[in-house]
């Protein structure tokens, strides 16, 4: 079994900033994309952004240049700096995984989601 824990997450003004972390356990020989999406209430959930095992990037459009998603592959960790929050990015967020393990890729799997409300 695979679990992803999300932390980090809570209440900010807007301008703020917070970090969340997201730590992926259990039955792992290696990670290969790993991203964060979030929902607000009434939206579908969408993505934010993501990053490759070799460290490619990909960010939503109206987060560039405010987030910035990194990993620790040592610690099968995935972070989101979120700076210059705005009223809009309030949602819960959600980190995801593809795990490779007997040769394979298993997943996206998803954490439980983390609360993000900012503001105004």
């Known amino acids: 079994q695979v679990l992803l824990v999300e932390s980090g997450g809570g209440l900010v003004q807007a301008g703020g900033s917070l970090r969340l972390s997201c730590a992926a356990s259990g039955s792992i020989f290696s990670i290969n994309d790993m991203g964060w999406y979030r929902q607000a209430p009434g939206k579908q959930r969408e993505l934010v952004a993501s990053?490759?095992?070799?460290?490619?990037?990909n960010y939503q459009d109206s987060v560039k240049g405010r987030f910035t998603i990194s990993r620790d592959n040592a610690k099968n960790t995935v972070y989101l700096q979120m700076n210059s929050l705005k009223p809009e990015d309030t949602a819960v967020y959600y980190c995801?995984?593809?795990?490779?393990?007997?040769?394979?890729?298993?997943?996206?799997?998803w954490g439980r989601g983390t609360q993000v409300t900012v503001s105004s």
């Open positions: 990053i490759t095992s070799g460290g490619n990037l």
């Open positions: 995801s995984a593809d795990i490779i393990r007997y040769g394979r890729t298993f997943g996206p799997y």
